[in-house]
């Protein structure tokens, strides 16, 4: 079955460490999303690839770093420069902007 | 900029209808709805694109008004499944940027 993978569904990390959440999506999708959601601000974009090798910053890439290599999969790496790292992190695929995006489960970050 | 969505949250009981507003300080060229239930993923319902086109699902119903970059998504008789939070999405061209609203609580009650 086609899908949208995010992996681990629960991550725990100690303050001042990198960590690198995974995304992956067998639909042949140009697009990949990532998004931090936290209670009351909905979904906010982190960063965007349209293609392979290419990426742009969304409105809250600060903290953040992605790689797109491969068109399937769109890592997200938390980096010790984000300051409020504890969130729920969606990633999301579609064709073009004018279908349907799919999501992923999610991975709910904590940082102690 | 995200979109700006309105109510922030609605109670309803079972049946009744509802109206949820999405607005936007740039032009819109498409304008997505989702509903996510608590921990899960957004589930998409509609896309309304730029001229008009519509897809989505049979039971929902939304509007696109280019003109006030405004889009509004249509609960009618309301059920207890329809509990969750609605978002709203918007494109502001043919690039991939894709932004979301802060979301709509709604509540069905028996």
């Known amino acids: 079955d086609g899908g949208i993978t995010q992996s681990p569904k629960y991550l725990f990390r100690k303050e001042g460490q990198n960590v690198t959440l995974s995304c992956e999506q067998n639909?042949?999708?140009?697009?990949m999303y990532w998004y931090r959601q936290d209670p009351g601000q909905g979904l906010r974009l982190i960063y965007y690839?349209?293609?392979?090798?290419?990426?742009q910053k969304g409105d809250i890439a600060e903290g953040y770093s992605v790689s797109r290599e491969k068109k399937e999969s769109f890592p997200l790496t938390v980096t010790s420069a984000q300051k409020n790292p504890t969130a729920f992190y969606l990633c999301?695929?579609?064709?073009?902007?004018?279908?349907?995006?799919?999501f992923g489960q999610g991975t709910r970050l904590t940082v102690v | 900029q995200q979109p700006v969505q309105s109510p922030q949250a609605v109670i309803l009981r079972e049946g009744e209808d509802a109206v949820i507003n999405c607005s936007s300080s740039?032009?819109?060229?498409?304008v997505h709805w989702y509903r996510q239930k608590h921990g899960e993923a957004p589930v998409f319902l509609m896309i309304?694109?730029?001229?008009?086109e519509q897809k989505g699902h049979e039971k929902i119903s939304a509007s696109f008004n280019e003109k006030k970059q405004q889009s509004s998504l249509y609960l009618t008789a309301s059920q207890l499944s329809y509990s969750g939070t609605y978002f709203c999405?918007?494109?502001?061209?043919?690039?991939?940027?894709?932004?979301f609203g802060k979301g709509t609580l709604l509540t069905v009650n028996p």
């Open positions: 740039k032009a819109l060229y498409s």
């Open positions: 639909l042949n999708h140009d697009a």
């Open positions: 999301a695929s579609n064709d073009r902007v004018i279908t349907e995006a799919f």
């Open positions: 690839s349209q293609i392979v090798n290419d990426f």
């Open positions: 999405g918007s494109s502001g061209g043919s690039n991939y940027k894709l932004t």
């Open positions: 309304l694109l730029k001229g008009g």
